[in-house]
Protein backbone atom coordinates (compact mmCIF):
# COMPACT_ATOMS: atom_id res chain seq x y z
CA UNK A 1 0.00 0.00 0.00
CA UNK A 2 1.18 3.85 -0.25
CA UNK A 3 0.01 6.91 0.76
CA UNK A 4 0.97 10.10 -1.51
CA UNK A 5 0.37 13.69 -0.07
CA UNK A 6 1.18 16.65 -2.38
CA UNK A 7 1.69 20.08 -1.41
CA UNK A 8 2.81 23.65 -2.99
CA UNK A 9 0.26 24.75 -4.87
CA UNK A 10 -1.10 28.01 -5.15
CA UNK A 11 -1.81 30.97 -6.83
CA UNK A 12 0.90 32.72 -8.66
CA UNK A 13 1.37 35.29 -12.21
CA UNK A 14 2.50 34.33 -15.47
CA UNK A 15 5.85 34.03 -15.79
CA UNK A 16 6.02 32.67 -12.12
CA UNK A 17 7.47 29.98 -10.81
CA UNK A 18 6.49 27.23 -7.98
CA UNK A 19 7.64 23.82 -6.63
CA UNK A 20 5.00 21.25 -5.88
CA UNK A 21 5.81 18.34 -3.76
CA UNK A 22 4.40 14.69 -3.13
CA UNK A 23 5.68 12.89 0.02
CA UNK A 24 5.10 9.15 -0.74
CA UNK A 25 4.58 6.49 2.57
CA UNK A 26 5.23 3.37 1.21
CA UNK A 27 7.42 0.21 1.92
CA UNK A 28 10.65 0.34 1.72
CA UNK A 29 11.36 -2.26 0.13
CA UNK A 30 9.12 -1.59 -2.96
CA UNK A 31 10.29 0.17 -5.45
CA UNK A 32 7.86 2.73 -7.36
CA UNK A 33 7.65 4.88 -10.26
CA UNK A 34 6.64 8.24 -9.60
CA UNK A 35 4.18 10.62 -11.78
CA UNK A 36 2.51 13.91 -11.74
CA UNK A 37 -0.63 14.53 -13.72
CA UNK A 38 -2.94 17.71 -14.06
CA UNK A 39 -6.67 17.73 -14.73
CA UNK A 40 -8.37 21.65 -16.29
CA UNK A 41 -11.85 21.88 -15.81
CA UNK A 42 -13.41 20.02 -18.35
CA UNK A 43 -10.81 18.22 -19.75
CA UNK A 44 -8.87 14.72 -19.32
CA UNK A 45 -6.31 14.57 -16.71
CA UNK A 46 -2.73 14.94 -18.73
CA UNK A 47 0.56 13.33 -17.76
CA UNK A 48 3.49 16.02 -17.00
CA UNK A 49 6.15 13.85 -15.59
CA UNK A 50 7.73 10.74 -14.21
CA UNK A 51 10.70 9.94 -12.53
CA UNK A 52 11.58 5.96 -12.63
CA UNK A 53 13.79 3.91 -9.84
CA UNK A 54 16.94 4.74 -11.33
CA UNK A 55 16.19 8.46 -12.16
CA UNK A 56 15.20 8.50 -15.33
CA UNK A 57 12.66 11.13 -16.26
CA UNK A 58 10.07 11.85 -18.70
CA UNK A 59 8.64 15.08 -19.78
CA UNK A 60 5.66 15.88 -21.53
CA UNK A 61 5.92 17.76 -24.56
CA UNK A 62 3.63 20.65 -23.16
CA UNK A 63 5.47 21.73 -20.29
CA UNK A 64 9.43 20.38 -21.41
CA UNK A 65 12.37 23.24 -21.02
CA UNK A 66 9.74 24.82 -17.88
CA UNK A 67 9.16 21.80 -15.20
CA UNK A 68 11.62 18.90 -14.15
CA UNK A 69 10.99 16.36 -11.71
CA UNK A 70 13.06 15.29 -9.20
CA UNK A 71 12.88 13.11 -5.89
CA UNK A 72 14.95 12.78 -2.61
CA UNK A 73 14.97 9.31 -1.88
CA UNK A 74 16.25 10.57 1.88
CA UNK A 75 12.77 12.07 2.38
CA UNK A 76 10.58 9.87 0.02
CA UNK A 77 9.65 13.15 -1.70
CA UNK A 78 9.11 13.44 -5.53
CA UNK A 79 9.51 17.42 -6.40
CA UNK A 80 7.90 18.93 -9.47
CA UNK A 81 9.50 22.07 -10.28
CA UNK A 82 7.53 24.43 -12.46
CA UNK A 83 8.74 27.90 -13.96
CA UNK A 84 7.66 29.89 -16.73
CA UNK A 85 4.05 28.81 -15.60
CA UNK A 86 0.81 30.20 -17.98
CA UNK A 87 -2.35 30.48 -17.66
CA UNK A 88 -2.74 27.55 -19.38
CA UNK A 89 -1.28 25.83 -16.86
CA UNK A 90 -3.63 26.13 -14.39
CA UNK A 91 -4.86 22.91 -12.88
CA UNK A 92 -5.53 20.62 -10.00
CA UNK A 93 -2.01 18.65 -9.82
CA UNK A 94 -1.96 14.87 -8.84
CA UNK A 95 0.72 12.85 -7.92
CA UNK A 96 0.48 9.28 -8.83
CA UNK A 97 2.83 5.91 -8.53
CA UNK A 98 3.13 2.81 -9.23
CA UNK A 99 5.26 -0.20 -8.29
CA UNK A 100 7.41 -0.81 -10.94
CA UNK A 101 11.18 -0.36 -11.59
CA UNK A 102 10.62 1.45 -14.87
CA UNK A 103 7.84 4.06 -15.56
CA UNK A 104 5.29 2.95 -17.84
CA UNK A 105 4.59 6.29 -19.86
CA UNK A 106 2.39 9.07 -18.87
CA UNK A 107 -1.09 7.28 -19.49
CA UNK A 108 -3.23 7.96 -16.32
CA UNK A 109 -4.44 4.62 -16.38
CA UNK A 110 -1.44 2.63 -15.83
CA UNK A 111 -0.73 4.05 -12.60
CA UNK A 112 -2.88 2.53 -9.30
CA UNK A 113 -2.42 4.79 -6.36
CA UNK A 114 -3.27 8.61 -6.28
CA UNK A 115 -3.09 11.61 -4.10
CA UNK A 116 -5.77 14.07 -3.18
CA UNK A 117 -4.18 16.59 -5.51
CA UNK A 118 -3.21 20.55 -4.99
CA UNK A 119 -4.62 23.28 -7.01
CA UNK A 120 -2.47 25.95 -8.96
CA UNK A 121 -3.64 28.49 -10.92
CA UNK A 122 -1.85 31.07 -12.80
CA UNK A 123 -3.19 34.30 -13.63
Known amino acids: QVQLVESGGGSVQAGGSLRLSCAVA????????IAWFRQAPGKEREGVANIDDQDTTTIADSVKGRFTISKNEAEYTVYLQMTGLKPGDTAMYYCAAMPLLKCPGLGPAAYDHWGQGTQVTVS
Open 26 to 33: ARAYIRYC
